[in-house]
């Protein structure tokens, strides 16, 4: 099971903040030790320059429970992403 809240703080015209925090479970029967497979920690900064464009800085915290059930493996992420939002208009024919 995955769950996810994620919140957007709208800084400027252009510029937005971003974080969120993101738990994957483990709901097998066979699943003793590591119930939390991981979670996601995360903090970025939205860039729009123009309309449809955005680039996106994020830092993510990446705690993953290993199948022993007490140790743990954290991973650092920086994550560089360019966003293109296209938008597709249906003209209906009228008669």
Not at 45 to 66: A, C, D, G, H, M
Not at 86 to 92: A, N, V
Request: with cysteine.
């Amino acid at each position: 099971m995955r769950y996810k809240v994620e919140t957007h703080f709208k800084i400027s015209s252009w510029l937005s903040l971003l974080a969120f925090d993101e738990i994957l479970i483990n709901l097998c029967k066979n699943i003793i030790f590591n119930t939390i497979e991981h979670n996601n920690l995360g903090l970025g900064l939205q860039i729009s320059p123009v309309k449809n464009i955005r680039f996106e800085v994020t830092y993510i915290n990446w705690l993953q429970q290993l199948s022993s059930g007490n140790q743990y493996f954290k991973r650092d992420i920086l994550c560089l992403t360019l966003n293109h939002v296209l938008t597709f208009e249906h003209k209906s024919d009228t008669i």
